[in-house]
Nanobody, 121 residues
Framework: VQLQASGGGLVQAGGSLRLSCAAS????????MGWFRQAPGKEREFVAA????????YYADSVKGRFTISRDNAKNTVYLQMNSLKPEDTAVYYC???????????????WGQGTQVTVSS
């Protein structure tokens, strides 16, 4: 599976962005998908994950209530809608695919190239 993330940019605090992650191949619907982020000098951290069907979603406490993960298996795409953005959300955001839904970085087999999100105060 090859993943291509897009949709990052510069936004003011309180604003919104929607990230997209397009997957190649016919097996997208067999993978759980996750979003992670990495700020300068920090480790990559879990943001959100979604199961194969899209029925169940999981979030880090820091984004719960502000971010929404979703997927469209017909379009081989997973999304991350980010609302009420804060300066501390600034990071490179990565999408990833795993056989099992997880918050663990090491559980994911395939990674996109990352897209920069910068939130100004």
């Amino acid at each position: 599976v090859q993943l291509q993330a897009s949709g990052g940019g510069l936004v003011q605090a309180g604003g919104s962005l929607r990230l997209s992650c397009a997957a190649s191949g016919r097996t997208f619907s067999t993978y759980a998908m996750g979003w992670f982020r990495q700020a300068p000098g920090k480790e990559r951290e879990f943001v959100a994950a979604i199961v194969l069907s899209g029925r169940n979603t999981y979030y880090a406490d820091s984004v719960k209530g502000r971010f929404t993960i979703s997927r469209d298996n017909a379009k081989n795409t997973v999304y991350l809608q980010m609302n009420s953005l804060k300066p501390e959300d600034t990071a490179v955001y990565y999408c990833a695919a795993s056989r099992t839904v997880s918050a663990g970085v090491n559980e994911y087999d395939y990674w996109g190239q990352g897209t920069q999100v910068t939130v100004s105060s």
